[in-house]
């Protein structure tokens, strides 16, 4: 392909398999029986398991007759927080209401925002900028999503809630309209599908409630919101972000977001860096998935980023301690879908697309959802009522709340970059913060990431010095990926992918999972971090046998 | 037939480890624990012949502070029938004190066999079971890679330096499991479920004197920086007398 | 004045070399006391003609057991003896090899005289009421430095870390008799299949080659395989890379996923360095690098470094290490 020409991800991309999602049929005789079955242990799952556990309790003890209620949280990660990885700066009104009787200082942050400095950066330069106000975060706290996940399993655990990790959810069970719970991945199956001697056959679980809680671009969820014809006004629309944690030998003193370079003007997106400890800090940078330029490479961004003396100051003289991706939902408002909920079924958090961009915030927001979750599937189980009605309650009460008040105020912030660029859409950004989300009011109507054109651009090799830039195969080891070198492919790929399109995959994927082999594209299934990026404009992700992936310790 | 196997919970190697303030243990902050591998397949090999045999029971023991629980609960979920928790604020170094204890806790117990991983990797010693082999006077084969059971008797293989030995034992045994006996199985979400109520019981480890210590803890020192010794074929001599001379590995 | 006990281990009549590196070893410590090396010899008839050998590395006394039951490792009846030895010899230290056998041998005579007793042991020396070792532990990332306070002390030294030193000694020999009846073990060995020059395991080889990407297709693999016998006691392995391209099977991989190989020479050949292998090898004694590119973050951790084309260089090495096997 002659550079200039543009190719159109979406041609090359198999559709969603919602067959394999969904699966109908009786359940397996050797069924596990559940009452209420959280799919995902991250922030949303846990604290609707937590909210859920705590209000069958009370009721208990105050003479009601639900009794024993089994409620499981599957999580496909080996242990809980491995998959979990953002900023993160934390509201902390969700956490807040959950434990009434806990202070600030028993949560598990790592401290309170006490500086925050906004950058736009040159390749030289760092200019110092007011603060946006949709980036004020004083009051909030530095965290890692880890540590809060492993801190809320424990709180679960200690409710009774039975937590399942390295079991993904595989597909629904469903009878017709119904979702009567899960059927979880296989275990110990060789290079080419054949049993291992580890094999473990899937299990189904059986539920009343299935609360899909599976996090960024869930496969689930997708499958299930397509199949009920419930999709959002706009399609969801995501980013990728990188993130490594440092070691460093000086402190930092504020939270630190910069715009500008190294991004083109073409992409949306920025940097942070937040300090964990007096000598540990949390970097990345976050980029749109629609970036025209098909040789964007996350990865490599961030490496070039490092190399800045803005950040470079701090990162001398430390040791990279991890290194990890993940995909953020953009779309906001608009691309919540039109019904969070069915018959049997409930989606909460990321997975929905609770997520505000101008601000970074998602965990409170999923904690939130997850509650609301919990007290709709309260009263339902009271009342012996599981079905869309019952549940649509949910929907009623996330609708009318702060969360999603907090999405429509800046609907559009996002949505203007994709639209109109970075200047224009910068200054529509400013104007919608003055007005309070007025101005510009209708909705702006966007497209898949996946229907973004992509022109291949020149793109200089980057060669890292392995002290402050890495390869993506040094940086994967650094996610604690350790999965099994034999596992099968877990990724569809399309049929007969040019060699251009494969050169897309190669830049797109920040864990070295396409490499190119002349015009052949290469897949190396064992390095996939499941950042999911690849599901929203490459090969499609399906879930593969649970502990794969990375190990995330305090992203 | 009664089986025991003795398991114990290891940090995961991958991890990068630091030396805590009294420089005589290590920093467990941020540390992921699960049970040692070759405890897992010890573990395995006294569930596939309990299965085999089609009765039988499999108890397993760990040594160790509260958290040891978690890995007789792992076993349990596998599928083992019962545990048992000898408690201790700490596990010590010496191997020694480890087999008393748990000789102590297995000598009543008329086990046929007691199964160990072959060593852990973080005291790295590789003695507990053999030590409760001779205070329980059972017979021991250490590090078997193959096993096969008839009657009362069990052949083993087991891999030395570039050479198999093929031993025949009697019962009742101590076995120790190497690599490459079995592949553990995964617990199941039933097992889980399961393993929950079945009984762990604890009770305080009687571990005696140790007379092995640690005094001291240090990363190794880092490796001197290399040199390239040349280019090409040409470079080759030089090389070979420098293993010889300076590295004496030629 | 504090006498040495050390073990002699022999397999099918011959001494292996980690007999020669406890003598070797026990010497040092005798040496430091002022006393003497007795080293107990276990095998069948005729295995004493293999004391000279022990008297060149410094064995003052050779106690020699000859039974036809011993002619194969015996764990049992050779327990007995040695810790019945021991006892009765009143040794400071016993010195064993922390080797397949040692590691079966050590723990049962350490129960059996109810001693203290550290294995895969670096370094030993007696201070004052306690002997001090330095010991890896946690896959070698950290080093013990334990402290025995028993008399004996039993010690597994690490197989391949004692250079053997020739300090000719007496080497009297005295027979002695094994403990009990030899052939009433309730292990008894029925079989013993020697490894052929087919490969060694990469777990055990003294020597491991490695090969990469940069050997450009499977069969260029056959110049890995030509060292390795050059070596005789080498054994091949992959990285991850040629293994998923089914250049290699998935047993020989060496890294983070694969194998964790820790030997005394490792030669990595057309091999780039990621961390990912590096976690497999990095704790090897002695690493030599052959690649073509003279940045490949290999030769950062590797102690001697060729650049250039493997398809030149090995041939080369392959017919050098011959010539310096021959004279060995």
């Known amino acids: 392909m002659a550079s200039g020409a543009s190719l159109i991800p979406a041609r090359h991309q198999p559709e969603l398999p919602?067959?394999?999602?969904?699966?109908?049929?009786?359940?397996?005789?050797?069924?596990?029986?559940?009452?209420?079955?959280?799919?995902?242990?991250?922030?949303?799952?846990?604290?609707?398991?937590?909210?859920?556990?705590?209000?069958?309790?009370?009721?208990?003890?105050?003479?009601?007759?639900?009794?024993?209620i089994q409620i499981a949280v599957l999580e496909k990660a080996q242990a809980l927080g491995e998959h979990s990885l953002s900023g993160a700066v934390v509201n902390p009104r969700a956490i807040r209401e959950l434990f009434p009787d806990l202070t600030d200082k028993d949560f598990p942050f790592r401290g309170p925002v006490e500086g925050e400095r906004v950058y736009f950066m040159t390749g030289s330069q760092a200019l110092r900028i007011p603060t946006p106000p949709t980036m004020q975060n004083h009051g909030y706290f530095i965290a890692s999503a880890c540590e809060?996940?492993?801190?809320?399993?424990?709180?679960?655990?200690?409710?009774?809630?039975?937590?399942?990790?390295?079991?993904?959810?595989?597909?629904?069970?469903?009878?017709?309209?119904?979702?009567?719970?899960?059927?979880?991945?296989?275990?110990?199956?060789?290079?080419?599908?054949?049993?291992?001697?580890?094999?473990?056959?899937?299990?189904?679980?059986?539920?009343?409630?299935?609360?899909?809680?599976?996090?960024?671009?869930?496969?689930?969820?997708?499958?299930?919101?397509?199949?009920?014809?419930?999709?959002?006004?706009?399609?969801?629309?995501?980013?990728?972000?990188?993130?490594?944690?440092?070691?460093?030998?000086k402190p930092l003193d504020a939270i630190v977001h910069t715009l500008g370079w190294p991004l083109p003007t073409s992409a949306f997106g920025g940097s942070f860096m937040y300090p964990l400890s007096p000598n540990t800090v949390a970097l990345g940078l976050v980029v749109g998935m629609d970036y025209p330029d098909a040789s964007l490479d996350v990865h490599e961004l961030l490496q070039r980023m490092k190399q800045h003396k803005l950040f470079r100051q701090y990162l001398d003289g430390g040791e990279m301690l991890e290194w990890g991706a993940k995909t953020i939902p953009e779309g906001g408002y608009y691309a919540l879908p039109k019904q969070k909920s069915g018959d049997g079924v409930l989606i909460v958090g990321d997975a929905a697309g609770y997520v505000e961009v101008a601000s970074l915030k998602g965990i409170h927001y999923a904690m939130q959802s997850g509650m609301y979750a919990a007290r709709t599937i309260f009263d339902a189980l009271k009342k012996g009522d599981t079905s869309a009605a019952a549940l649509s309650a949910y929907d009623r009460a996330i609708d009318a709340s702060y969360v999603t008040e907090d999405l429509r105020k800046r609907r559009n912030m996002r949505l203007a970059f994709q639209k109109y660029g970075f200047y224009v859409g910068g200054a529509m950004a400013t104007l919608m913060t003055l007005t309070g989300g007025a101005f510009p009011g209708g909705k702006i109507s966007s497209h898949r990431d996946a229907d973004a054109p992509r022109i291949a651009g020149a793109g200089e090799r980057f060669v890292p010095d392995g002290k402050l830039t890495f390869s993506k195969l040094d940086a994967v080891y650094k996610s604690g990926n350790a999965t099994r070198d034999d596992i099968p492919s877990h990724l569809i790929v399309g049929q007969d992918v040019p060699a251009e399109?494969?050169?897309?995959?190669?830049?797109?994927?920040?864990?070295?999972?396409?490499?190119?082999?002349?015009?052949?594209?290469?897949?190396?299934?064992?390095?996939?971090?499941?950042?999911?990026?690849?599901d929203v404009i490459g090969p499609r992700w399906t879930p593969r046998e649970g502990g794969s992936g990375p190990r995330y310790r305090q992203m | 037939m009664k089986i025991a196997v003795c398991v114990k919970r290891v940090p995961d190697m991958d991890a990068r480890f630091r030396i805590s303030g009294d420089g005589t243990s290590l920093d467990e902050a941020g540390l992921k624990f699960d049970i040692n591998d070759f405890d897992a397949w010890a573990v395995e090999a006294a569930l596939q012949l309990k299965e085999k045999a089609g009765q039988g029971e499999v108890v397993v023991l760990s040594l160790g502070p509260a958290a040891a629980q978690e890995t007789i609960r792992k076993a349990l979920s596998m599928g083992a029938d019962r545990g048992i928790h000898l408690a201790a604020?700490?596990?010590?170094?010496?191997?020694?004190?480890?087999?008393?204890?748990?000789?102590?806790?297995?000598?009543?117990?008329?086990?046929?066999?007691?199964?160990?991983?072959?060593?852990?990797?973080?005291?790295?010693?590789?003695?507990?079971?053999?030590?409760?082999?001779?205070?329980?006077?059972?017979?021991?084969?250490?590090?078997?890679?193959g096993l096969e059971m008839a009657g009362g008797r069990g052949n083993a293989k087991r891999e030395l330096e570039g050479a198999q030995e093929f031993v025949e034992f009697t019962l009742p045994a101590v076995l120790t499991v190497d690599e490459g006996l079995n592949t553990a199985r995964y617990p199941s979400l039933k097992g889980i479920m399961a393993a929950k109520k079945k009984p762990l019981e604890s009770k305080p480890a009687q571990l005696g004197d140790t007379m092995v210590t640690i005094k001291s803890l240090a990363m190794p020192p880092d490796r001197p920086p290399g040199k390239i010794v040349g280019e090409g074929a040409a470079a080759v001599p030089e090389l070979v007398r420098l293993l010889q001379t300076e590295a004496k590995v030629l | 004045m504090a006498n040495i006990f050390a073990f002699a281990e022999q397999r099918a009549g011959e001494l292996r070399k980690?007999?020669?590196?406890?003598?070797?070893?026990?010497?040092?410590?005798?040496?430091?006391?002022?006393?003497?090396?007795?080293?107990?010899?276990?095998?069948?008839?005729?295995?004493?003609?293999?004391?000279?050998?022990?008297?060149?590395?410094?064995?003052?006394?050779?106690?020699?057991?000859?039974?036809?039951?011993?002619?194969?490792y015996n764990a049992e009846a050779i327990a007995a003896l040695a810790a019945d030895r021991i006892k009765s010899g009143g040794y400071r230290v016993a010195v064993f090899s922390t080797s397949a056998q040692g590691r079966d041998l050590i723990p049962r005579v350490a129960a059996k005289l109810g001693v203290g007793i550290v294995t895969d042991v670096t370094d030993a020396r007696i201070e004052g009421d306690a002997v001090i070792v330095k010991h890896p532990v946690n896959i070698g990332k950290v080093i013990a430095t334990a402290s025995i306070a028993s008399t004996p002390a039993v010690i597994g030294l690490r197989p391949g870390n004692t250079t053997l030193v020739e300090n000719a000694k007496a080497?009297?020999?005295?027979?002695?008799?094994?403990?009990?009846?030899?052939?009433?073990?309730?292990?008894?060995?029925?079989?013993?299949?020697?490894?052929?020059?087919?490969?060694?395991?990469?777990?055990?080889?003294?020597?491991?080659?490695?090969?990469?990407?940069?050997?450009?297709?499977?069969?260029?693999?056959?110049?890995?395989?030509?060292?390795?016998?050059?070596?005789?006691?080498?054994?091949?392995?992959?990285?991850?890379?040629?293994?998923?391209?089914?250049?290699?099977?998935?047993?020989?991989?060496?890294?983070?996923?694969?194998?964790?190989?820790?030997?005394?020479?490792?030669?990595?050949?057309?091999?780039?360095?990621?961390i990912q292998h590096l976690a497999g090898m990095r704790t090897s004694r002695t690493i030599v690098a052959i690649n073509r590119d003279k940045e490949a973050p290999i030769f950062k951790i590797a102690d001697y470094g060729i650049v250039g084309d493997v398809a030149e260089v090995l041939p080369a090495l392959t017919a050098a290490v011959r010539e310096a096997r021959k004279s060995h």
Request: charged fraction near 25%.
């Open chain 1, 501 to 534: 399109v494969a050169e897309l995959y190669v830049h797109m994927c920040p864990a070295g999972v396409y490499e190119r082999d002349g015009e052949r594209l290469v897949v190396n299934p064992a390095n996939c971090i499941d950042c999911k990026a690849t």
């Open chain 1, 18 to 68: 919602i067959a394999r999602f969904l699966t109908g049929g009786a359940p397996d005789p050797e069924h596990v029986p559940m009452d209420v079955v959280f799919v995902g242990g991250g922030p949303a799952g846990l604290a609707g398991a937590i909210e859920l556990a705590r209000l069958i309790k009370k009721d208990n003890e105050s003479g009601g007759s639900l009794g024993d």
């Open chain 2, 89 to 145: 604020d700490r596990i010590p170094f010496d191997g020694f004190a480890i087999a008393r204890a748990l000789a102590a806790e297995l000598k009543d117990g008329a086990y046929d066999l007691i199964f160990f991983g072959k060593m852990s990797p973080d005291s790295s010693n590789g003695i507990v079971g053999p030590i409760v082999a001779e205070l329980l006077d059972y017979a021991c084969v250490t590090a078997i890679s």
């Open chain 3, 171 to 274: 080497a009297r020999v005295e027979q002695v008799q094994p403990v009990g009846d030899p052939s009433a073990s309730r292990v008894k060995v029925k079989e013993m299949k020697q490894g052929t020059s087919a490969k060694l395991d990469i777990g055990e080889a003294p020597v491991v080659i490695a090969g990469g990407r940069g050997l450009k297709s499977a069969d260029g693999f056959k110049l890995v395989d030509d060292l390795a016998d050059a070596f005789g006691n080498a054994a091949v392995g992959a990285t991850r890379a040629v293994c998923d391209d089914g250049w290699r099977p998935h047993s020989e991989q060496i890294g983070q996923t694969g194998r964790v190989v820790s030997p005394d020479l490792y030669i990595a050949v057309g091999i780039s360095g990621a």
């Open chain 3, 18 to 72: 980690v007999a020669l590196e406890n003598v070797t070893a026990a010497r040092a410590l005798a040496d430091a006391t002022g006393g003497e090396v007795h080293v107990l010899l276990a095998g069948s008839t005729g295995i004493a003609q293999k004391a000279e050998q022990l008297g060149k590395h410094g064995a003052d006394v050779v106690l020699v057991c000859e039974h036809d039951a011993l002619k194969d």
């Open chain 1, 148 to 249: 809060v996940v492993r801190w809320l399993g424990e709180r679960a655990e200690e409710l009774g809630v039975n937590i399942f990790t390295g079991f993904p959810a595989a597909s629904l069970l469903t009878e017709g309209e119904k979702v009567t719970g899960v059927r979880t991945a296989e275990a110990g199956l060789a290079k080419d599908g054949q049993r291992g001697p580890a094999y473990a056959a899937a299990t189904d679980i059986t539920a009343r409630v299935t609360v899909l809680s599976e996090g960024t671009r869930g496969s689930l969820s997708q499958a299930w919101v397509e199949s009920r014809g419930v999709q959002s006004e706009n399609p969801q629309i995501f980013a990728l972000g990188v993130k490594e944690i440092w070691e460093t030998k």
